[in-house]
């Protein structure tokens, strides 16, 4: 156990070096998040102006927010649109979005408001599928001389597929598993009325959902990293196959370095989350440097969760790094 902990020290440790040296992409992917970011915020823009116009409502909006308005524009938005709510100001966002993240995005997979969100969230998945694939290379490979485009190019395919892989795991775990839990949850506490025992089966229910789901998380991070460390070698399905359980086997060999390094990472995440809430202005303060202040404080909140995911991406490959003079190959990852 005690090297356990020496040898996660060491990779987040080598990681948080090749993060700091990779400074310049870390910026491009926000430019790129950013941009992306943007665009959708027109279309927001286009619907809340339109919606207000020179209205009364409008002059209202000036002075405070209008829940009379926001009642009658939330019932005819759609796409993009329905992530406009008062909670997406300065904390409200960040509290939001972990509220939708716990719930599972019950909204995405069970046909609500939100599943019309589902073509922003391919862009963005597809973006962020070509990004972590120069991330990861350059992690493992940080002496090679290619770009960190090429790099990206290179494993897009294999990052694709082995996420796919990962989608298809977590949509089985929020959406079947989920609604059956659900069911079964409901059925036991249908003549229940202490509320204690509501809250112990719901918690239960929650654990069981996301260990399942960090389990996932955990396996498709590490593969992609596997994929990364056999570039060169010719990409088929049974090579995912095999990646996909190579990284499967090394979790299972590894558990405690594996957490050990996730934990370490999450609660680093978390105390960014924790920092960012404490410091943000609060929705009601609308003056201009409330404004121009909640939005510096928002982009450095960004590149900074960005560097936590790299960290994590350089922590995995400094974890799996093989003995100095071998090599992996795909013959190796089939027999490993």
Request: charged letters at 15%; aromatic letters at 12%.
């Amino acid at each position: 156990m005690g090297h356990s902990r020496i040898r996660t020290a060491s990779a987040l440790g080598q990681g948080a070096r090749e993060v700091a040296r990779a400074w310049r992409y870390l910026l491009g992917a926000h430019a790129w998040n950013f941009a992306l970011a943007l665009c959708l915020a027109v279309l927001v823009q286009d619907a809340v102006r339109a919606s207000l116009g020179s209205s009364l409502a409008g002059d209202r909006m000036k002075d405070s927010w209008d829940s009379l308005w926001y009642a009658s524009f939330s019932t005819h938005t759609n796409g993009v649109v329905v992530t406009f709510r008062p909670s997406v100001s300065g904390a409200g966002a960040v509290l939001d979005a972990l509220d939708t993240f716990l719930d599972g995005f019950g909204g995405l997979f069970n046909g609500g408001a939100e599943a019309s969100l589902w073509p922003m969230l391919a862009v963005y998945w597809l973006s962020w599928s070509f990004l972590s694939g120069g991330f990861v290379s350059l992690f493992v490979a940080p002496d090679r001389e290619v770009g960190f485009m090429s790099r990206a190019a290179r494993l897009f395919p294999r990052f694709l597929t082995i996420s796919l892989a990962g989608f298809a795991g977590y949509a089985l775990i929020l959406g079947w598993m989920r609604r059956g839990a659900d069911a079964y949850v409901a059925s036991r506490l249908r003549d229940v009325s202490d509320e204690r025992v509501h809250f112990a089966w719901t918690l239960g229910e929650y654990v069981a959902l996301w260990t399942l789901v960090m389990i996932v998380n955990v396996a498709v991070d590490y593969a992609k990293v596997f994929a990364a460390r056999t570039a060169d070698q010719p990409w088929s399905p049974r090579t995912m196959l095999a990646v996909l359980g190579r990284s499967s086997r090394f979790v299972g060999r590894h558990v405690l370095g594996v957490f050990a390094l996730y934990l370490l990472t999450g609660l680093l995440g978390l105390f960014l989350m924790g920092l960012y809430l404490s410091i943000v202005p609060g929705a009601l303060d609308s003056t201009s440097t409330a404004i121009l202040g909640t939005f510096v404080i928002g982009q450095a909140y960004v590149l900074c969760r960005i560097a936590i995911r790299c960290l994590f991406y350089a922590g995995e490959a400094a974890l799996t790094a093989p003995v100095p003079g071998a090599s992996l190959s795909i013959s190796q990852v089939r027999v490993a």
